[in-house]
T-cell receptor, first 108, second 116 residues
Framework: SQQGEEDPQALSIQEGENATMNCSYK?????LQWYRQNSGRGLVHLIL?????REKHSGRLRVTLDTSKKSSSLLITASRAADTASYFC????????FGKGTLLTVNP | DADVTQTPRNRITKTGKRIMLECSQT?????MYWYRQDPGLGLRLIYY???????NKGEISDGYSVSRQAQAKFSLSLESAIPNQTALYFC???????????????FGPGTRLTVL
């Protein structure tokens, strides 16, 4: 079973707008990770948030974690066309399991 | 040079053929993983290895086998390829996390496999 489920499946916004993606998971986790994938390429790690953390920032990225709701969100502020990619969350328990991803399109 | 390399990058083969995909890493990580990615299904874990002597099945190991030849090398084999194994295959590595958790994974560039 998948530990991460992203929502929405696809998101299209204009450059400069903020993009918010959500992730839900099923069982308890040690940490939750967000990755980015440009078309057909390998995933690149963006940010890791531990189960005892509620919010974490990295540049234009802001991640929140609500363990009571088993959910996380990724906010990308002031989006750029180069942010166009698929974004995956992965819940880490005894193994890291990914969801199906959110395809973000940022229009110039 | 890339930290995680995969060979070949593209491969077209026929049903019933044996195929080996290779992965090498220079990051010095203990843990290595094989995933496949299909449109609409995301990434699914095939096998993972915590060290040379520790190999584990993932979500979808049927039809696949692996070999951890050394800390730096982890190969994936399809003993008798079938068309529904057509997919994008990724190798990844990570070091040990605290308390059994997983640290970030570093992915290779992927191998696009087509089985006719």
């Amino acid at each position: 079973s998948q530990q991460g489920e992203e929502d929405p499946q696809a998101l299209s916004i204009q450059e400069g707008e903020n993009a918010t993606m959500n992730c839900s998971y099923k069982t308890s986790i040690n940490n939750l990770q967000w990755y980015r994938q440009n078309s057909g390429r390998g995933l690149v790690h963006l940010i890791l948030i531990r189960s005892n953390e509620r919010e974490k920032h990295s540049g234009r990225l802001r991640v929140t974690l609500d363990t009571s709701k088993k959910s996380s969100s990724l906010l990308i502020t002031a989006s750029r066309a180069a942010d166009t990619a698929s974004y995956f969350c992965g819940g880490s328990n005894y193994k890291l399991t990914f969801g199906k991803g959110t395809l973000l399109t940022v229009n110039p | 040079d890339a930290d995680v390399t995969q060979t070949p990058r593209n491969r077209i083969t026929k049903t019933g053929k044996r195929i080996m995909l290779e992965c090498s890493q220079t990051k010095g990580h203990d843990r290595m993983y094989w995933y496949r990615q299909d449109p609409g299904l995301g990434l699914r874990l095939i096998y993972y290895s915590f060290d040379v002597k520790d190999i584990n099945k993932g979500e979808i190991s049927d039809g696949y086998s692996v070999s951890r030849q050394a800390q730096a090398k982890f190969s994936l084999s399809l003993e008798s390829a079938i068309p529904n194994q057509t997919a994008l295959y990724f190798c990844a590595t990570s070091d040990r996390g605290q308390g059994g958790s997983y640290n970030e994974q570093f992915f290779g560039p992927g191998t696009r496999l087509t089985v006719l």
